[in-house]
């Protein structure tokens, strides 16, 4: 579904004489990460002529604060490094999150499609955020995303992250988010939009926030009474950052008794095959278990930590509605999010390395 591939693997594309554009989608923010694609693009790319770039500014309205500058400085540092290998981009201002997505969308494929070729999209993870890229491969997969259509000139055939991943975590990372977990469709809490259904499935990363983690776990069944709900809990231990990962999951230690004292499994993950693999197995699983009832059915995805969990968790969800779809009653599924508040420290800190992902559509569905 998602396989880490290389960009020599584009190369090969591009020295085959493939009629194939590349455009990659970057919107720099007051991460030093979210400039990783960019600098992997220059480096990696072998000519100007292979690639050219959208560069999103991501602004609200309201006056800029203190952290915007060092946004603007990440932006400049990236239009500055495109000039100087004369790779081809256009920087547009989008108002956010106030945003028309719509309009993004149609600007963006107006950029990136043309009538003669074929369309190889990179999406950086890293610097867009993630309602953002959930909504837009809501738009690829659904209208635009034509990738099984081999006749079919000018269109998205591929989609490939970029996914960057930073030296270190502030040991401040998420001091300021409070309130309660809401569904990220609905924009509802996730209390009162999980009293709806009778059956119930709850996937938990334990790689975030505790107090995330463990209200998901309360209002899923543990402590509430609910009438079917099975919780799935996940922890991904990333080699590269053990130090972080391991701290997660000792600040989760309280949430990882109780499912162990209920009697739960907690599934060890190491890398992002190794994610998705996992969770298509417990999607394909939790199918069977909803479509054996006609009462109404939901499954909920608490994917807290690195932007990689939500992207694979998008795509089980993605995999949970086609293998619903044709079934009566109502069947619901979501991404669940803490309500956060403006950022007033930086969220990451330095760039390790970036990685480049492709998504399978078959293997998907």
């Not at 932006?75 to 997505?101: A, G, Q, V």
């Not at 199918?287 to 608490?302: D, K, L, N, Y």
């Not at 969800?317 to 508040?341: E, I, N, V, W």
Request: proline share 3%; net charge negative; aromatic share 12%.
């Amino acid at each position: 579904m998602l396989r880490e591939i290389d960009l020599t693997c584009c190369q090969s594309e591009i020295s085959s004489g493939a009629n194939v554009r590349h455009v990659a989608l970057t919107a720099p923010n007051f991460e030093e990460r979210s400039t990783g694609a960019v600098r992997y693009l220059v480096e990696k790319f072998c000519s100007s002529a292979d690639i050219r770039v959208y560069v999103a500014t991501l602004q609200a309205a309201k006056p800029k604060e203190i952290l915007d500058a060092v946004k603007d400085a990440n932006l400049h540092f990236c239009l500055d490094l495109l000039r100087s290998k004369s790779i081809k981009f256009e920087n547009k201002n989008i108002l956010y999150p106030k945003i028309d997505y719509r309009a993004f969308f149609d600007g963006l494929m107006q950029y990136a499609v043309s009538d003669h070729e074929d369309v190889v999209l990179y999406l950086d993870l890293s610097s867009i955020p993630r309602l953002l890229i959930y909504k837009l491969l809501d738009y690829l997969l659904g209208d635009h995303f034509l990738a099984r259509n081999e006749k079919a000139p000018g269109v998205v055939k591929k989609v490939r992250f970029f996914y960057s991943e930073p030296k270190a975590y502030p040991k401040t990372l998420n001091i300021e988010i409070l309130g309660d977990v809401y569904c990220m469709y609905k924009d509802m809490p996730l209390h009162d939009e999980i009293q709806k259904y009778k059956v119930v499935d709850s996937i938990v990363f334990y790689n975030g926030n505790a107090h995330d983690v463990s209200q998901v776990l309360s209002i899923s069944g543990l402590d509430v009474k609910h009438s079917d709900v099975k919780v799935h809990s996940f922890a991904y231990l990333n080699s590269e950052e053990f130090g972080f990962s391991y701290r997660k999951l000792w600040e989760n230690i309280g949430s990882i008794g109780d499912i162990i004292n209920s009697r739960g499994d907690i599934d060890i993950l190491f890398d992002v095959e190794d994610i998705c693999e996992s969770l298509m197995e417990k999607i394909d699983y939790i199918c069977e278990r909803h479509q054996m009832v006609s009462a109404p059915t939901a499954i909920f995805f608490g994917c807290f930590g690195p932007k990689i969990l939500g992207l694979c968790s998008y795509l089980a969800r993605y995999r949970y509605d086609h293998k619903m779809k044709g079934f009566s009653g109502s069947r619901y599924s979501d991404l669940l999010t803490p309500k956060r508040s403006q950022y007033t420290s930086l969220y990451s800190h330095g760039l390790a390395r970036t990685r480049l992902y492709e998504l399978d559509v078959d293997a998907l569905l």
